[in-house]
C-alpha cells in the first residue's frame, strides 16, 4: 500500500548533479535528517544507482526522476514501472520540463503509477497546465514556472496561491509543492508559511552550496519549523 | 469574434490523403452541402492549400491540421497562430496521435487560440486524457481511444458516454466531437442520436471510398436528419 | 527537373518574424533583386503563404521551413512534399534546430524530397553532426552550431573550414550554407570570400532591422560583389 | 581503456520484457556461457538493475538500452554517462527506434560516450540512415530495417550486404550486427557465416521461449560454432 505522506514534506533532487559517493553521502545524510526531524523526505537520484540508495537510506522515499508508462514487453531504453517497483522505489517524477511527456504519456503513466502504487509526483509549468495535470490526480503536484528553474528566484505569493486553487478545486486529494528558487532555509520555511504549500525542495539550493550537507541540514531544520508552528497554531 | 457552432456539427478531415485538384473538388462539395442542409462544416487540408480553400468554400469552417502555441518571432518551421488567422483559417486541431503534444505545448497552443479567436479541437485518446485535455477547456473535445483510428470500429455507447460525462463536468461549454470507426451514414447519425455527440466526422470514411463527394453527401443528409429529429423531439 | 543552383546563393528566412503583406513586400523586393543582380535567392515563409509568395514572387526559390518524409495517406498536421510540390514549393529546410527531426525522419524525408525533386537545406549544428548529415547527400548543408542562432556572432573561420571540409570529403555534390551571426553586408561577403561558402543567408540581419528591404538589398549587393570578385579571379 | 570486442559476438537484449529474478537468471546463464565458450557477450538490463547485474555476472559486457549526451548537471529524468561508468556500464545502446534521437542529440552523446570510453551500440533502419549513423563512428551498428523488429522475419541476405557495404567503407573500425528476426540458433549462424555479420543477438528469440535459457545456450553454441568455422577457413 502507498505510504501516507504527512505534511509539510521535502524533495532532496539532485538531477545530474551527483552519483556514486557524492550522492551516497546527501542521501545518509538526509536519512538521517528524517529520522531525526520526523520528516517524510523524497530523494531522487540517477536510475541506475536508486537500488543502492534504496539500501544505504531506508528511511527516505527513493524517487525516480522518470518513468514510463509502458507494462512489461516491447520498450528499448524506456523505464519500466515493474522494475523500479521491485527495487523499493516508492514514487517518480513525471513531466519535469527536462522531460516533457505528451498528455497521451503522462496520462498512461499516471495510470500504470496507480496500478503499482507508485507515487506520482508531476510538473506543470503554467496555470493552465496545472489544471490539466490536476485532472489526472497525481499524488503530488509540482508548481514551478519553468523559466524560473535553476534562477534562485521564487514565483512569488499570488503564482502559487493561484495554483494551489486549482488543485484543490480541482483535485483536493493531490498535494502541492512549491519549488521554484528555493535556495535558502527561509525560503523553505516561506513555501510552507506563506506560501501554503503541503511541500517544497531543493537542487542547485543544496548542491551547488559550498556545503550541501549543511545547506541540507538547515532546510530540514527549517521545514520542522514551520511543521512545528502549523500544529501549534491549529492547537490552540 | 469566434463564431458560435451549432450542433450537430460535421468535421471533414483528409489529413494527408488529398491535396490540389481532389481537396478543392471535396472542398467545394462540402461548401455547397454546407448551405443546403445548413450545417456548420469543418474543413481540414494541408497548411499550403488553407488559404485556396478558403477563398473557394467560403461557407465552411476552414481549419489547420495542426499549429503551435508561438508568438511571431523565431519557431522555424513551426505554424505560426497569426499567420493562419490572416489568411481566414478559423479553428485548428491539436494532439492528434499523429502529431502529439506536451502537456505544456497543449496547454500554451490553447491560450494562444483562446487569444486570437481561433476555435480548437482537440483530441483525446483515453478517459484520463480527455480530463486533462478538458481542465484546458477548448472550444471542442474529439474523444477517439487511439487504436481505433482508420479501423472503421466506433468506439462504443459505453465509451462516448463516459468521455462526455468527464467533459460535462469539467468543461461545460466544450462541445464533444465524437469520431471513431465513421465510415457510413448510419454511424454518422448512431454517434449524434446514440452516443448523445455534438459532432462527428470523418476521414477515411469519406476519402477512401470509390465515390468520396457522394459519400460526404449521404454522411450530411444523416446529421441533417439527426439535427431535425432532435429539434422535433424539442419541440415537443 | 531540380534546377541548378548557381553560386554563390543567398537565403532570406523569415522563419515565423513576418506574415501576411510584411512577406509580401520583403518577397517582391526579393524577387526584384533576384532579376536585377542575377543571384538565385531562396525565401522561406510561414507554409499557408508559400502558395501566395509562389505567386507574387515567381524568380524565388520557394522555400518551406519544414516538411514531413511522408507519403500521401495518414499524417495529421503533417507536412506532406506531394502538397509542397503542386504549389510551386521547390525547396525545403530540414532539421533546424528549432525543429530537430530524428536520424531516421531526416533520412526518409531526404530521401523522399529526392523523390519529387524537392531541393534539401539540411541543418547541422556541430562538426560530428554535419558528417552525418552529409552522408545523407542532402543538396545544401547549413553549418550553424546552434548556440550562435540570433547571437549576430559569426562562427569562425575555422568552424567553417572544418565543416567544409568534412562536406567536401564525404559528399562533394552537396553545397554548403554558412550562416551563423550574418548580420551586415559586410558578414555576407566575409561569408563566401573568407569562409569559402557556397551560400549565406540571414534572419535577423534582415527582419530585426528598422528598413529590412534596405538592409537585404545591401547584402544582395554584396553577395553580387563576391561573386564577380571570384569570377574575376578565375577569369585571371 | 575501452576494452577490444572479438568477433563474433552476441547480444542478450531482454528490453522491458524482464526484471528482478528473471533478468538474473538469464543473466547468470550468460556469463556461464560467455565464459564456457569463449565469446563476448552484450547484456542489457533496466537501468535500475544494472549495477546488480554487473556484481552477479562479472563477464558480461554490462549494457544500458539507452543513454544521453548530457554532462553532469541539469538534466532531469536523464541518463547520466559518468553515472552509468560508475556502476561498470560498459557500453549503451542508442537510437533504438523505440527511443528514436535526433541527429543532434545522437551526434553529442556517441561523442559524451567517446570521452568516457562507453562503447556505442546505435541503431539504424535503412540503408540512408546507416550511412548517416556510420558517419558518425560509433563501436557498433545496428542494421535492422523497424518494420521487421519481433516479427522473427530476417532482413535478407542483400540488405545485410548492402548496410554492411556501407558501414565498411564510411567507418571501417565499426562492427555491424545483425538483429533482424533472430528466433533461432540457425539464424545466428546464418546471420554470421552468410551475412557477414560482426555480430548478432535476439530479444523476443530468448526471451518469448518457452525455456530462455535453453534457447540462449542454442544461440551461443551456433556462434561459437560460427566463429570456429571462420577461424578454420582462415587457417587454411
Same mark, same amino acid.
Given at each position: 500500500?502507498?505510504?501516507?505522506?504527512?505534511?509539510?514534506?521535502?524533495?532532496?533532487?539532485?538531477?545530474?548533479?551527483?552519483?556514486?559517493?557524492?550522492?551516497?553521502?546527501?542521501?545518509?545524510?538526509?536519512?538521517?535528517?528524517?529520522?531525526?526531524?520526523?520528516?517524510?523526505?523524497?530523494?531522487?537520484?540517477?536510475?541506475?544507482?536508486?537500488?543502492?540508495?534504496?539500501?544505504?537510506?531506508?528511511?527516505?522515499?527513493?524517487?525516480?526522476?522518470?518513468?514510463?508508462?509502458?507494462?512489461?514487453?516491447?520498450?528499448?531504453?524506456?523505464?519500466?514501472?515493474?522494475?523500479?517497483?521491485?527495487?523499493?522505489?516508492?514514487?517518480?517524477?513525471?513531466?519535469?520540463?527536462?522531460?516533457?511527456?505528451?498528455?497521451?504519456?503522462?496520462?498512461?503513466?499516471?495510470?500504470?503509477? @496507480?496500478? /503499482? *502504487?507508485? #507515487?506520482? $509526483?508531476?510538473? !506543470?509549468?503554467?496555470?493552465? &497546465?496545472?489544471?490539466?495535470?490536476?485532472?489526472?490526480?497525481?499524488?503530488?503536484?509540482?508548481?514551478?514556472?519553468?523559466?524560473?528553474?535553476?534562477?534562485?528566484?521564487?514565483?512569488?505569493?499570488?503564482?502559487?496561491?493561484?495554483?494551489?486553487?486549482?488543485?484543490?478545486?480541482?483535485?483536493?486529494?493531490?498535494?502541492?509543492?512549491?519549488?521554484?528558487?528555493?535556495?535558502?532555509?527561509?525560503?523553505?520555511?516561506?513555501?510552507?508559511?506563506?506560501?501554503?504549500?503541503?511541500?517544497?525542495?531543493?537542487?542547485?539550493?543544496?548542491?551547488?552550496?559550498?556545503?550541501?550537507? @549543511?545547506? /541540507? *541540514?538547515? #532546510?530540514? $531544520?527549517?521545514? !520542522?519549523?514551520?511543521?512545528? &508552528?502549523?500544529?501549534?497554531?491549529?492547537?490552540?
Amino acid at each position: 500500500m502507498k505510504r501516507k505522506i504527512r505534511r509539510p514534506f521535502f524533495v532532496v533532487n539532485p538531477k545530474s548533479y551527483l552519483y556514486g559517493e557524492k550522492t551516497y553521502r546527501l542521501a545518509e545524510k538526509a536519512d538521517e535528517l528524517a529520522v531525526r526531524y520526523d520528516i517524510d523526505i523524497f530523494f531522487t537520484a540517477q536510475h541506475v544507482e536508486l537500488a543502492e540508495i534504496k539500501k544505504r537510506a531506508p528511511h527516505l522515499i527513493v524517487t525516480a526522476q522518470h518513468m514510463d508508462g509502458i507494462t512489461p514487453g516491447r520498450g528499448m531504453g524506456a523505464i519500466l514501472p515493474e522494475a523500479l517497483k521491485e527495487y523499493g522505489v516508492e514514487a517518480t517524477f513525471l513531466n519535469h520540463i527536462e522531460h516533457a511527456m505528451t498528455v497521451a504519456e503522462l496520462a498512461d503513466t499516471v495510470g500504470r503509477a @496507480a496500478e /503499482l *502504487e507508485i #507515487m506520482t $509526483i508531476v510538473c !506543470a509549468d503554467s496555470a493552465a &497546465e496545472t489544471a490539466a495535470v490536476a485532472a489526472m490526480h497525481p499524488d503530488i503536484i509540482v508548481c514551478e514556472p519553468a523559466k524560473l528553474i535553476g534562477t534562485g528566484v521564487t514565483s512569488g505569493d499570488s503564482y502559487m496561491k493561484e495554483t494551489d486553487n486549482i488543485v484543490r478545486s480541482l483535485s483536493p486529494d493531490t498535494l502541492v509543492l512549491q519549488a521554484s528558487g528555493i535556495s535558502t532555509a527561509e525560503d523553505v520555511y516561506n513555501a510552507i508559511i506563506r506560501g501554503g504549500a503541503d511541500g517544497t525542495g531543493a537542487t542547485s539550493g543544496i548542491v551547488a552550496k559550498e556545503d550541501p550537507l @549543511a545547506a /541540507l *541540514e538547515e #532546510m530540514i $531544520i527549517a521545514i !520542522a519549523r514551520a511543521r512545528d &508552528e502549523i500544529e501549534k497554531s491549529k492547537g490552540r
